[in-house]
């Protein structure tokens, strides 16, 4: 599934509320909502000019939702369904993050590194609609990119 619209992108992302998974045996289950939320704010923190990187902290968990039934895949659909809507860099750096043996940048280290504290950080980090106006922004850039008219 690709995603066409904002709209869209945030009823997924609304939809994790409550949906919670555990990584492993070792840890407990993580609430996919507050955790997209934290890792995004975390990497707004560490890196505020960059849109794209903080947004693919935020839009990981869609991969779970829309085929739950393939866990090892998970990545490679999030990453396939917000290409379109998000770009090839938002798109790459979500399909690469949870491949701890592929060859990172400091983009991909600094995703990871946020994706692990957001699992434990306790701190507010804010509402989904925060992030609306930064994932309206990159859906209009990467839509003049593909030539489309706005």
Request: proline share 7%; aromatic share 2%; glycine share 8%.
């Amino acid at each position: 599934m690709e995603l066409r619209s904002v709209e869209e992108l945030m009823d997924l992302l609304y939809a994790c509320r409550g949906t919670g998974v555990a990584p492993d045996r070792d840890r407990p289950p993580v609430d996919l909502h507050d955790h997209a939320l934290r890792t995004a704010a975390l990497l707004r923190r560490g890196r505020p000019a960059d849109k794209e990187l903080q947004v693919a902290g935020l839009v990981q968990p869609v991969g779970g939702l829309l085929w739950p039934g393939d866990p090892a895949g998970r990545a490679d659909h999030a990453a396939d369904a917000v290409r379109a809507l998000l770009g090839e860099r938002v798109s790459h750096l979500v399909r690469r993050c949870p491949c701890p043996d592929a060859p990172a940048d400091d983009d991909l280290l600094a995703l990871r590194q946020a994706t692990e504290e957001g699992r434990t950080a306790g701190f507010d980090a804010g509402v989904l609609e925060d992030w609306r106006t930064v994932l309206e922004l990159l859906a209009a850039r990467n839509s003049r990119h593909l030539g489309a008219v706005d």
